[in-house]
């Protein structure tokens, strides 16, 4: 799967942003879906995930309450509402889709892509 994300850009302390995620192909309802982000001179993190079924969503602490992950599989796309921002919250922001599936011997396999990322930069 092919990811393209977009959403980002310049905000004030206590505004909102949507971030999208795009897929590509025809098994996007198959994937989980995540967004990371990366701020400059830190590792990626983990911030937001959703099941392929969109029914058990996860958060990192510092996002619950403020951002709210969802996805359209009809339109291929995976969203993170972004409200309330702070000045930490600027880093990069990843879009990633991981797929679950079984070998026959039935050992787990994640097959992970990424998307390119999009700049969230929050001005305090």
């Known amino acids: 799967v092919q990811l393209q994300a977009s959403g980002g850009g310049l905000v004030q302390a206590g505004g909102s942003l949507r971030l999208s995620c795009a897929a590509s192909g025809r098994t996007f309802g198959s994937y989980n879906m995540g967004w990371f982000r990366q701020a400059p001179g830190k590792a990626r993190e983990f911030v937001a995930a959703?099941?392929?079924?969109?029914?058990?969503?996860f958060y990192v602490d510092s996002a619950k309450g403020r951002f709210t992950i969802s996805r359209d599989n009809a339109k291929n796309t995976v969203f993170l509402q972004m409200n309330s921002l702070k000045a930490e919250d600027t880093a990069v922001y990843y879009c990633?889709?991981?797929?679950?599936?079984?070998?026959?011997?039935?050992?787990?396999?994640?097959?992970?892509?990424w998307g390119q990322g999009t700049q969230v930069t929050v001005s305090s």
């Open positions: 990633r889709a991981d797929l679950l599936y079984y070998t026959d011997s039935g050992e787990p396999i994640v097959e992970a892509s």
């Open positions: 959703i099941s392929w079924s969109g029914k058990s969503t």
